[in-house]
């Protein structure tokens, strides 16, 4: 026979605000959030919507929560460090429950050479030796390195007309 756990004894109202203050400045000190996602956390942890609310007064008195911020860098830093296109930087700001006018505020800050350049770089990550090879061997194995390199960049969120003529560049330079 198992032990089943103790219930846990009701926290007093004062705890409860303590604890999922607590928990937001916890999810805080891991990375920046927005609204929508700090709200979402809480409910998860199983904070009543009054305390979520009073925590969610606090943050935003304290200024530690700003949709217009948190996009701002999240664009900033998934589109240098991790090369992700304005598609899937737009998607992802989206998943986090971020207004539309603020992620294309944010996504207006990223320039299309900028852009075009990481898609590039990209690009020549993938082309070694034998992808060369297999590009130059016959027009089968040239359209299927083309496939693969475009579908690269476009699930990395970049359009796929720019797509197509990042490939082309560079298996033309390649050559």
């Given at each position: 026979?198992?032990d ?10 004062e ?33 009543e ?21 948190f ?88 359009g796929?007309?720019?797509s ?5 560049e560079a ?5």
């Amino acid at each position: 026979m198992t032990d089943s756990p103790e219930p846990r004894p009701r926290r007093s109202p004062e705890e409860s605000k303590a604890s999922a203050w607590d928990a937001a400045l916890r999810l805080l000190g891991i990375r920046a959030r927005s609204r929508d996602e700090m709200r979402k956390r809480l409910q998860r942890r199983g904070f009543e919507e009054s305390e979520i609310e009073s925590v969610m007064t606090r943050l935003d008195a304290a200024g530690l929560l700003d949709d217009a911020d948190f996009a701002g860098e999240w664009v900033r830093a998934r589109h240098s460090t991790s090369g992700k296109g304005r598609i899937a930087l737009r998607h992802e700001l989206a998943a986090k429950g971020v207004d539309k006018a603020i992620v294309e505020e944010a996504l207006a800050g990223v320039d299309p050479d900028a852009e075009r350049e990481i898609a590039a770089r990209l690009v020549a990550k993938k082309l070694t030796a034998s992808t060369l090879e297999e590009a130059h061997t016959d027009r089968t194995g040239r359209d299927k390195v083309f496939r693969r390199l475009v579908g690269m960049l476009v699930r990395r969120g970049y359009g796929q007309s720019m797509s197509i003529d990042v490939v082309n560049e560079a298996l033309r330079a390649a050559a």
